[in-house]
Nanobody, 125 residues
């Protein structure tokens, strides 16, 4: 089993920045990739970014490219999401997710094996 705990959410004005953290514990050696998803009010849980915990390769959804950066620290079992130039439409609950298997990421939430509880990000205009 793997446990994921997010932190770092909050209220920020448009144009501001936030850094989300995800602390992983348990059998993390089995994890191939970590991702961040988000769920805006009344919407589905959407893929944001992913990182291959071995190679460091990353993948982003188009709407956050150039603004968000995912990174990881394997020694600390931490994954981060640096969010810059935030927009009101980035308002959502952000979730850390992990998967094992033959691909380090999927844009489908159903293909992830472990989830954190989420952290709220609110961007005011």
């Amino acid at each position: 089993q793997v446990q994921l705990v997010e932190s770092g959410g909050g209220l920020v004005q448009a144009g501001g920045s936030l850094r989300l953290s995800c602390a992983a514990s348990g059998r993390t050696v089995s994890i191939y990739g970590f991702s961040w998803f988000r769920r805006a009010p009344g919407k589905e849980r959407d893929f944001v970014a992913a990182i291959n915990r071995n190679s460091g390769n990353t993948y982003y959804t188009d709407s956050v490219k150039g603004r968000f950066t995912i990174s990881g620290d394997n020694a600390k079992n931490m994954v981060y999401l640096q969010m810059n130039s935030l927009k009101p439409e980035d308002t959502a609950v952000y979730y850390c997710a992990a998967r094992f298997g033959n691909s380090y990421y999927s844009t489908q939430a159903s293909e992830y094996h472990y989830w954190g509880q989420g952290t709220q990000v609110t961007v005011s205009s």
